[in-house]
C-alpha cells in the first residue's frame, strides 16, 4: 500500500470511529458511505431513477470514487429536475448563469459503453464529461485483445485521429494510458464538449498522470480538458455554501472523510 493510501485508510477510520460507530458489515451498511446530509433524500431518489444507477464494485467501501463523487455533486441537483445549482457550476468554473442537467454513471454509447461519472448537459446541447477518483493509482489500462481493439478502430480512432500526437495512438502506449483515452475520444465524437478530471493533489500516483493528461490533449484539445484537484475544490465549495448551514455542514464532514492532513 503507498503511503498515500495509508494516511486515507487512517483517516477514515478516525473518520468512521466518530461518525458510524455502530457500523455492522460494509456490505450491509453501504448506503451509510452517502454522508448523512443527503442519504434519505439521495436513496429515495435513486431507487426510482431512469436508468437505474449502478453500484461500482466496492460501493460500500469509505474509499469508494463513486460514493465520493455523489456526496460531492449530487447535493446540488434537484431531483426532479435533475438541474444543478449554479454554485456547483461557478466553483467547477463553469458560467453559472447556463442551466445544466445533471446524471451520474452516464452511458452515451451502449455499444461502445463509456461510463461517465458524472456528466452535465446544458440545456443548448453543451456536454461536460467528469472522471472521479480518489484512492485508484491509475486512470485504467486495458488488454490488447482482439474484442477491444475492435471497439478502439470502430470508435476511437476516428474520433482521436486528427486531435492528439499519433505516439498516444500506438499500440504500446493507447493499452496502458485507454481509460483516459476513450473518455478524450468523447471530445471527437461531441465538438461542443469538455472533459473534466477530479482527484485528490495528496495521492501522488494519480498526480503523475497530470503529465500524460496535458500531452495527449496539447495538440488541440487542451482549452476543452480541466484537471481539478479535490482539496482546492472543496476550498471553493466551502466558501460558496457560508450561507447554507446544513449544505456547509455536509461540506466540512465531505472534508473530514475524504481529505487527508497536509504534511508539514
Not at 466518530?18 to 431518489?45: M, T
Not at 500524460?212 to 480541466?226: D, F, G, M, T, Y
Request: hydrophobic share 40%; net charge negative; charged share 30%.
Amino acid at each position: 500500500m503507498d503511503s498515500y493510501k495509508n494516511r486515507l485508510t487512517e483517516r477514515q477510520a478516525a473518520y468512521a470511529a466518530v461518525h458510524l460507530p455502530s457500523r455492522k458489515s460494509a456490505a450491509e451498511d453501504y448506503r451509510l458511505n452517502i454522508l448523512p446530509e443527503i442519504r434519505e433524500r439521495f436513496a429515495a431518489w435513486s431507487d426510482t431513477a431512469e436508468p437505474a444507477i449502478p453500484s461500482q464494485e466496492g460501493f460500500h467501501r469509505l474509499d469508494s470514487s463513486q460514493a465520493m463523487a455523489i456526496n460531492l455533486l449530487f447535493p446540488f441537483m434537484d431531483e426532479s429536475t435533475a438541474r444543478v445549482d449554479a454554485r456547483i457550476l461557478q466553483c467547477l468554473g463553469l458560467p453559472p448563469i447556463l442551466q445544466y442537467e445533471g446524471a451520474f454513471q452516464k452511458v452515451l454509447d451502449e455499444r461502445e459503453g463509456t461510463r461517465f461519472d458524472f456528466y452535465l448537459e446544458e440545456a443548448g446541447g453543451q456536454k461536460i464529461f467528469f472522471n472521479l477518483k480518489l484512492a485508484e493509482t491509475t486512470f485504467g489500462s486495458c488488454e490488447n485483445n482482439a474484442e477491444h481493439r475492435q471497439i478502439f478502430d470502430r470508435e476511437c480512432r476516428t474520433f482521436l485521429a486528427d486531435r492528439i500526437d499519433a505516439e498516444w495512438l500506438r499500440e504500446e502506449t493507447f493499452w496502458k494510458h485507454e481509460r483516459i483515452l476513450r473518455h478524450v475520444a468523447y471530445l471527437g465524437r461531441h465538438p461542443d464538449s469538455g472533459l473534466v478530471f477530479i482527484y485528490p493533489k495528496a495521492n501522488e500516483r494519480l498526480t503523475e498522470s497530470d503529465n500524460v493528461i496535458k500531452r495527449i490533449v496539447s495538440k488541440s484539445l487542451a482549452p476543452r480538458v480541466a484537471i481539478l484537484y479535490l482539496e482546492p475544490l472543496l476550498t471553493r465549495i466551502l466558501k460558496a455554501t457560508e450561507g447554507d448551514a446544513a449544505l456547509h455542514t455536509h461540506f466540512v464532514e465531505f472534508g473530514e472523510k475524504y481529505l487527508i492532513p497536509q504534511r508539514p
